[in-house]
Structure formats: C-alpha cells, structure tokens
T-cell receptor
Framework: RKEVEQDPGPFNVPEGATVAFNCTYS??????FFWYRQDCRKEPKLLMS???SGNEDGRFTAQLNRASQYISLLIRDSKLSDSATYLC????????????FGSGTKLNVKP | DGGITQSPKYLFRKEGQNVTLSCEQN?????MYWYRQDPGQGLRLIYY???????QKGDIAEGYSVSREKKESFPLTVTSAQKNPTAFYLC???????????????FGEGSWLTVV
C-alpha cells in the first residue's frame, strides 16, 4: 500500500466553483501534513501546512482527520490561476525526517 | 535572496556515463533531500541527509550516490548503474529545528536529465 494516495483527477471546474480534494495516508504515526502546488514542469511550492484543528488561508481551507487518516483541501471561488497539480505530503511517522508525496490531483479551472 | 540552487537545469547523458547534479542552499538548513519525479507521477525519495557527513538511502537509491561534505551542498551522482535515469530531479531542504520555517520542505527549481 502506498504511503500517500490521491485521486489523480483531473477535476475540471468552472471559475467561481468550490472544489475539494482528499488524500489518505497509511501511517497512523505521521505528524506533519502539507499541501503543495505544482505547476507544469516546475518545482512544488508550499500551499499550506495542515494543522490538527484545521486551518484557512484566504480561499483555501485544509482539514486533518486523524481517525480516518485523511487530509482535505477545499478551494472556494476558483480562479483560472488555481489550475495546477496539488500534492499531498505526509511525514514518515516514526522516521519523521522522511516525507512522502502523493502523485497529485490535477485541477483545471475553466472560464 | 535565500534559496536552493540546482544546476544544470537541463542535462543530456549518454548511456554508460555518470553525471553529477549540483544542489546548493543558503538557507542554513540541516536537512537536504533528493527526489525523482517521472511524468505524471509523484516524487520518490532517492537520498536524504540530516547533517554534514551523514546521509541515508531513500526508497529508490540504487544507481545513485551522494555526498554531504558541507552543510550548503548535497550533490547527486547518477551512475551508469541507474537503468532508467531520464526524469526530473528535485533537491530540497528543511530546517530540522523548525524554528525558522516550521517543518516545511523547500525545493530548488529542478534538473531535467535525459539519456540520449
């Protein structure tokens, strides 16, 4: 079983839509969770960390569900510029120095 | 500006050749990482280093080697033993203390390696 699993998409949504992605992780001892954004042929960039209590940054909201071992990302009022691949990242539990990346969920926001 | 610099950005290798990808960071981060990304795939960990003169194999270390002689530098050598080296290689670093930037991993712009 993969450490981190994501629906690859693509999610095709109109501008202004609300879209949500989930990501599941296998190691219950994982402590750090992140969402990264990756544009085509570019390096991943941190979108936001995910905290136990959930957190919001403008149009983006991240949630952590430890009981079910998943994290989620909600994007409200989608913009064309939100089109990218969103990577879920989880640290390696007991080996917290290792970080595992999901394969990414592709989002296409259409005019 | 602080950051991670990878070079070269594009590299072509002939079969049987070793090549070395450079990674330098001026973020004063202790931890450094090398990942490989294939088209449409996630990142896979090749090697990582927590401190100078120490490094550990990741999930796909075969055919690769690294060194960590200086805190700022973590070069990756792709040897001829790596059977399918064509990929996008990403170097990253992290502040292990978490003081300056939490537990966040920061990436360089990546190096594209193609075997010809």
């Amino acid at each position: 079983r993969k450490e981190v699993e994501q629906d690859p998409g693509p999610f095709n949504v109109p501008e202004g839509a609300t879209v949500a992605f989930n990501c599941t992780y296998s190691n219950s001892a994982s402590q750090s969770f992140f969402w990264y954004r990756q544009d085509c042929r570019k390096e991943p960039k941190l979108l936001m960390s995910v905290y136990s209590s959930g957190n919001e940054d403008g149009r983006f909201t991240a949630q952590l569900n430890r009981a079910s071992q998943y994290i989620s990302l909600l994007i409200r009022d989608s913009k064309l510029s939100d089109s990218a691949t969103y990577l879920c990242v989880v640290n390696g539990g007991r080996n917290f120095n290792k970080f595992y990346f999901g394969s990414g969920t592709k989002l296409n926001v259409k005019p | 500006d602080g950051g991670i610099t990878q070079s070269p950005k594009y590299l072509f290798r002939k079969e049987g050749q070793n090549v070395t990808l450079s990674c330098e960071q001026n973020l004063n981060h202790d931890a450094m990482y090398w990942y490989r990304q294939d088209p449409g795939q996630g990142l896979r960990l090749i090697y990582y280093s927590q401190i100078v003169n120490d490094f550990q194999k990741g999930d796909i270390a075969e055919g690769y080697s690294v060194s960590r002689e200086k805190k700022e530098s973590f070069p990756l050598t792709v040897t001829s033993a790596q059977k399918n080296p064509t990929a996008f290689y990403l170097c990253a670093s992290r502040d292990r203390s978490g003081i300056s930037s939490g537990n966040t991993i920061y990436f360089g712009e990546g190096s594209w390696l193609t075997v010809v």
